[in-house]
């Protein structure tokens, strides 16, 4: 088992800045990835960017160049810098943990608005 609390959050202008932070505990040091999704009412849930215990990462093509997923090591927190912030970012937020054999697990989600 493994649980995720989300944090950070909020409502922010367009243009605007906002981190987000993902801490995990339970069983974690057989996690294979973490990542964000988010998922803008009526839309289906959709990666926004992940990163492996290799350190490596991909992005969903709407936010590369805007937005930054982070990591120190398998124990700390995931980050999700999101710079230049659109109203189409607007969504629930949610982290998750996959194992290699595909096992997810999710966080509660965090809402971000994107609103003047």
């Known amino acids: 088992q493994v649980q995720l609390v989300e944090s950070g959050g909020g409502l922010v202008q367009p243009g605007g800045s906002l981190r987000l932070s993902c801490t995990a505990s339970?069983?974690?040091?057989?996690?294979?990835?973490m990542g964000w999704y988010r998922q803008a009412p009526g839309k289906q849930r959709e990666l926004v960017a992940r990163?492996?215990?290799?350190?490596?990462?991909n992005y969903a093509d709407s936010v590369k160049g805007r937005f930054t997923i982070s990591r120190d090591n398998a124990r700390s927190p995931v980050y999700l810098r999101m710079n230049r912030l659109r109203p189409e970012d607007t969504a629930v937020y949610y982290c998750?943990?996959?194992?290699?054999?595909?096992?997810?697990?999710w966080g509660q989600g965090t809402q971000v608005t994107v609103s003047s």
């Open positions: 998750n943990s996959r194992f290699a054999n595909g096992v997810d697990y």
């Open positions: 339970g069983s974690i040091f057989n996690i294979y990835a």
């Open positions: 990163i492996t215990s290799a350190g490596n990462t």
